[in-house]
């Protein structure tokens, strides 16, 4: 399975925040529909009409809007066109629907009686959609409508009056006459009222722009994860079944870890002693049972000395100490597993023979695109190869050569054999017994 890609992801979250931010829009506006319609019946007078249009074209607006969603008649600009729509409407109520049935009483009274508070719902509403541009778009219209309104009704006033005109020693009276005027407009409480609405539209914009940036944060640790996942799972196949998790994480951090190279290293091949006779005349699940237990113990030892498990040979393994995996003193690492191998029980009581080998090693991935494999080859190999098969020869459990055995500071545990010819070689090595169980 493909993984979604952010921005699909967060758009479709976008479009289920902006099917719940409509709905909860178009039920506002048919509840205003509602309280028009009831407020008017209980009060015993008939509706205005105009407010009853304008709040059922509203309403049959969002649905419309709310059915294309997500349909081939969506378009990106559709919820900024739907969000103006709103805003706008609300304001023009504030300047086209009369305040009261008369004439005497002026429309710059819906401005005082009422307020722009009318508009914050539909501004907090544009946070459902996790669009901090919508949220900016409405705040920014509502201002501009507002004072679009607030101008036009103004405008068509005789005489106007405002805070200017309160004298800096008036008194109680003259405070009622301008405050309570019909002809006072309060322009500062415009400028306050809009200032305070373009803030609070700011500040949820910033609020939803911070819930993005999360979301993309939680889906980047996601994706990180899922590539942690794979990198461990590729690992796995490419350097075995047994790959310890300590181990799979520093090979994850170190990309180039298993790129082709040459470097300086240790390598260990360990071969089971008599494994046929050990088989011979058993039930082959009990055989393979005890195999993969002790060859799951000589992985647990060689990776607690930092080194790794390259391939299982049948019923042996192949280990390299500094490849992939970068470590000081291979040498040492390599012998101190051996001495720890030698020197416990094994499970199934398998014996086995170890060839140890030091200098260059090289290695890299190799195969097809679809199924690759780390693999490790050179002079170190093969002669790490050949000492194991000497040993059975000179009936030793550990050989080493002198690569390795020049690196150990206590030779205490292990003795000099002499050179010895060994197959593929066209000069005598020196070699060196190692520690036996």
Known sequence: MHPIPDEVRLIRAERQGLRLAILCRTIAVGAAFLWLVGGSWLAGYAPNPWGLGALLAFTVFGVLSLLAIGTRFDRWWLKYVLYAADILGVCALFALLPVSRGDEVPQIIAFRAYGIYY???????????????????????????????FAAVVAGMDRRLSWGDVPDDATRDVYETVFLSFDFIGIGNRVE?????????????????????????????EAQRETERAERERIAETLGRFVPHAIAERLIA???ALAPHVRHGAVLILDVRGFTTFADGKDPEDVIRALNEFLAHCADVISSENGVVISFTGDGLLATFNTPLAIAEPERAAFAAAERLTGAATPGSFGFRIGIAAGPVAAGSVGSSKRQAFTVYGDTVNRAARLEALAKEV???????????????????????????????????????????
């Open 119 to 149: 508009l914050f719902p539909l501004i907090a509403m544009a946070c459902l959609s996790l669009s901090w541009r919508l949220v900016a778009w409405s705040g920014a219209v509502a201002v501009l409508g507002w004072w679009s309104a």
């Open 193 to 221: 009222e809009t200032g305070f609405l373009l803030a609070g539209a700011v500040i949820l914009a910033l609020a939803v722009y911070r819930a993005r940036r999360v979301f993309f944060a939680q889906i980047s640790a």
């Open 254 to 256: 170190d990309k180039s």
């Open 395 to 437: 009936q030793e459990t550990t050989l080493l050569d002198q690569a390795v055995a020049d690196k150990l500071d206590d030779k205490s545990n292990i003795r000099p054999l002499g050179p010895h010819a060994i197959r593929g070689f066209t000069e005598s090595i020196h070699v060196w017994a190692g520690p036996a169980p």
